[in-house]
């Protein structure tokens, strides 16, 4: 009898096995085709404009800018630009490229036609970005050989390629970086349709079955973003799996939703975490930002960048001169009654007066 050990019934190779499938099923949540992406109509009509145009002539497409808010789908759209030109596409990111020989390394080896996307490009140095100027109009890059007086800039010819570019800053972007790309485009959040046909489309491919009030759960508090809907729905999936008997309707959706600390909203735990220290604590402000972040125990950035911008677009926490304050439906939000807006308004007044008096007292002194 064989000693051999058996490789089907290894379990080390089958949970090898489990888990790169679902890698792979987790990596095919992306489409792959214009036609596949769900939202996005605007930018979708106006790319497949450009890459029907580029194709043909036969010629690469202009030079495409992406932004957005993270997890839109920048990054998709550029493995969607590639695909459709059937092109390969070749990846990297702003803060990966330091000097200006990172990048003309990257340039010199392009294949013709090639697809170079660059994420967070406005993180990019500028040495290089400079170097980049001249790739994209020219296709050319100069590099500088030896320091000094004997330093000597050898051109080198580049195959034509595309670039697409990804930032979340869009107005961090210098001008003549900007000026260089000949298509923008600016992606938007999506509404809780879209998003709901993206959680049917990938509980379709992980092979889960939801409803479509399940599905809608998911997708009314995933914030406008695909990426988050698509986290969502893998978390609702574990507590389907595991306490539920494996299909995700409303029921499931909520309980789940609920252990993660995701409200109806779609608030997390330190979304809710900064409105309540902002209600409860401050009075519903206004305060600073570093101090609203110690109350959190947060970075300031973190704060700012993470938990403001969704609490202000849902109307929650407005942004004033003097500081963060809670709107009346943030108020609502955390159970608490909102101030009336009287006597609010006329303690401001108040403050305000107090100011001016002071203000005036001081040059009457001069």
């Given at each position: 009898?064989?000693?051999?050990?058996?490789?089907?019934?290894?379990?080390?190779?089958?949970?090898?096995?489990?888990?790169?499938?679902?890698?792979?099923?987790?990596?095919?949540?992306?489409?792959?085709?214009?036609?596949?992406?769900?939202?996005?109509?605007?930018?979708r009509q106006q790319l497949e404009l450009l890459l029907s145009g580029a194709k043909g002539r036969q010629t690469p497409p202009d030079h495409i800018l992406l932004s957005g808010p993270p997890g839109l789908g920048?990054?998709?759209?550029?493995?969607?630009?590639?695909?459709?030109?059937?092109?390969?596409?070749?990846?990297?990111?702003?803060?990966?490229?330091?000097?200006?020989?990172?990048?003309?390394?990257?340039?010199?080896?392009?294949?013709?036609?090639?697809?170079?996307?660059?994420?967070?490009?406005?993180?990019?140095?500028?040495?290089?970005?400079?170097?980049?100027?001249?790739?994209?109009?020219?296709?050319?890059?100069?590099?500088?050989?030896?320091?000094?007086?004997?330093?000597?800039?050898?051109?080198?010819?580049?195959?034509?390629?595309?670039?697409?570019?990804?930032?979340?800053?869009?107005?961090?972007?210098?001008?003549?970086?900007?000026?260089?790309?000949?298509?923008?485009?600016?992606?938007?959040?999506?509404?809780?349709?879209?998003?709901?046909?993206?959680?049917?489309?990938?509980?379709?491919?992980?092979?889960?079955?939801?409803?479509?009030?399940?599905?809608?759960?998911?997708?009314?508090?995933?914030?406008?973003?695909?990426?988050?809907?698509?986290?969502?729905?893998?978390?609702?999936?574990?507590?389907?799996?595991?306490?539920?008997?494996?299909?995700?309707?409303?029921?499931?959706?909520?309980?789940?939703?609920?252990?993660?600390?995701?409200?109806?909203?779609?608030?997390?735990?330190?979304?809710?975490?900064?409105?309540?220290?902002?209600?409860?604590?401050?009075?519903?402000?206004?305060?600073?930002?570093?101090?609203?972040?110690?109350?959190?125990?947060?970075?300031?950035?973190?704060?700012?960048?993470?938990?403001?911008?969704?609490?202000?677009?849902?109307?929650?926490?407005?942004?004033?001169?003097?500081?963060?304050?809670?709107?009346?439906?943030?108020?609502?939000?955390?159970?608490?009654?909102?101030?009336?807006?009287?006597?609010?308004?006329?303690?401001?007044?108040?403050?305000?007066?107090?100011?001016?008096?002071?203000?005036?007292?001081?040059?009457?002194?001069?």
């Amino acid at each position: 009898m064989s000693t051999e050990p058996d490789d089907f019934h290894d379990p080390d190779i089958t949970s090898a096995t489990a888990h790169t499938a679902e890698t792979s099923a987790e990596a095919s949540l992306r489409p792959e085709k214009l036609d596949e992406l769900i939202g996005q109509n605007r930018v979708r009509q106006q790319l497949e404009l450009l890459l029907s145009g580029a194709k043909g002539r036969q010629t690469p497409p202009d030079h495409i800018l992406l932004s957005g808010p993270p997890g839109l789908g920048k990054t998709t759209l550029a493995m969607i630009v590639a695909a459709e030109l059937g092109v390969p596409l070749r990846q990297t990111s702003g803060p990966a490229i330091e000097r200006s020989g990172d990048l003309a390394a990257v340039l010199t080896s392009l294949t013709p036609g090639e697809v170079l996307f660059v994420d967070e490009i406005h993180r990019m140095a500028r040495p290089a970005e400079e170097l980049l100027y001249t790739a994209m109009e020219d296709f050319r890059v100069d590099v500088v050989v030896g320091k000094g007086p004997g330093a000597t800039a050898i051109p080198l010819d580049l195959e034509p390629f595309t670039l697409v570019g990804a930032t979340t800053r869009s107005g961090l972007l210098t001008g003549p970086l900007r000026d260089r790309f000949g298509f923008m485009g600016q992606l938007e959040f999506y509404d809780a349709c879209d998003l709901e046909t993206i959680v049917h489309r990938s509980a379709h491919i992980c092979a889960v079955e939801v409803t479509d009030d399940g599905a809608w759960e998911i997708a009314r508090r995933s914030r406008g973003t695909p990426r988050i809907a698509n986290r969502l729905l893998r978390r609702v999936r574990d507590y389907a799996q595991v306490r539920a008997d494996g299909v995700i309707d409303r029921a499931v959706a909520r309980a789940a939703l609920e252990l993660y600390d995701v409200d109806e909203l779609g608030l997390d735990r330190l979304d809710k975490a900064v409105l309540y220290a902002l209600v409860e604590s401050f009075n519903g402000g206004p305060v600073g930002l570093a101090t609203l972040a110690v109350a959190v125990g947060e970075q300031a950035d973190t704060v700012e960048e993470v938990c403001e911008p969704f609490l202000v677009r849902s109307g929650l926490l407005a942004r004033t001169p003097r500081g963060r304050v809670a709107t009346d439906k943030g108020w609502r939000h955390v159970g608490k009654t909102p101030p009336q807006s009287g006597a609010g308004a006329a303690a401001q007044n108040a403050l305000f007066d107090i100011d001016a008096a002071s203000a005036d007292s001081v040059k009457e002194s001069e």
